[in-house]
């Protein structure tokens, strides 16, 4: 499409030509808003070349769109940075999106930005956390709940990360009330979890939060059946991200199969992370293996890690020892514990009593007691 700069033989305003671009975009024909951006840039519009590199990373058109995100960043465009970052982690070039967040000199959000980056992307925790406190410091919104989420993910850091939590709760922040009912549904406490997520949902009339699944997930636990039907069907109606697979499973606990599997193909159909384990789990629980099989086998090329001793289990129960082996291997690799005890059953079954030993220092790295040592090798 070429660029309109006339409309009825009158100029087209710089306010109108940024509107059509706006409009286009939103309905992601991003060729033709790509046209208006660049019209309006080559008329020095502010914020016009922006729009235009972020409509060609749209397109797929990496080596345009960096060069015009980098001559939009030259002439003082700031909001060119964040695309250009984006840019770069999309092309392998993570250290360089880090780095170019660094150099924002203070601008909003810039070190959070620059934090996630290391974190996320390069896998850098070190200097990730520098910049998370730089973000805290220069009082970031969102930097406290997001360097808490950061160090939850290390259980020696948990009492840090609550903290932090406490403090974004403070503030009203509501993603830190979900991740502390989360953190007191990981502590088997749904009453405590149920009241942060509550508080959560009230500020500023959440929707659409994850946080709804866990207030679920509270009720389920504390026996309230029918406040978590309602809460799972809110979060399926809100389009909450995982609420079909989670809404399919507590509908297959409560007996309701046909309802649940519905939900489990609508959870596929929505291309939900997890669906295809869950599923998979669902069918081998109802005897419907070679179906099961076929789902966990996908739920592992997606990278879940769960699905690996489900499927062992299947292969042990069908005398595939090798492929049980296997996937009892990759699970235990994969840090779950559960996978060392089932493992030792089938070392148990096959005569192997003296490799079930072995399995108690994979066991104590991921993270047993004592108690659960002394059942694995008695």
Known sequence: MSAVAQDGGMDVSADDLLARAER????????AAAALYAEAARRG??????GHGEMLFHLGEDEAAEAVLREALAKGEEEARDWLSDLLVQTDRAVAAATLMEQADGHPLQALRAATIWADAVGDRERAEHWYRIAIDRGEPGALNDFGSFLSEDDSRQEEA?????????EGDALAFSNLGG???DRGDPEAAAAWLRQGLEVQGQSGSTALLKLAAAEEQMGNTEAA??????AAAEKVEGAQAARARFLADSGEDDAAEAGFQAA????????????????????????????????????STAAHEELALIYQSRGATKAAEEHFKESIAAGWLSAVYSYAELLRQEGR??????LA???????????QLQELTS
């Open 24 to 31: 286009l975009a939103e309905a992601e024909d991003y060729a």
């Open 45 to 50: 519009i502010p914020g016009a070349a922006t």
């Open 162 to 170: 609550e903290l932090l939590f406490r403090r974004a709760a403070e």
């Open 183 to 185: 953190m007191e549904l």
């Open 229 to 234: 039907r309602l809460l799972y069907d809110r």
């Open 268 to 303: 596929l159909a929505a291309g939900e992370e997890g669906a295809h384990y869950y599923y998979g789990e669902f069918l081998a629980g109802r005897g419907r293996i070679d179906e099961a099989v076929g789902h966990l086998d996908q739920a592992v090329e997606d990278g």
């Open 353 to 358: 009593e003296d490799e079930v030993a072995g």
């Open 361 to 371: 220092q994979e066991a104590e790295r991921l993270g047993a007691t004592p108690e």
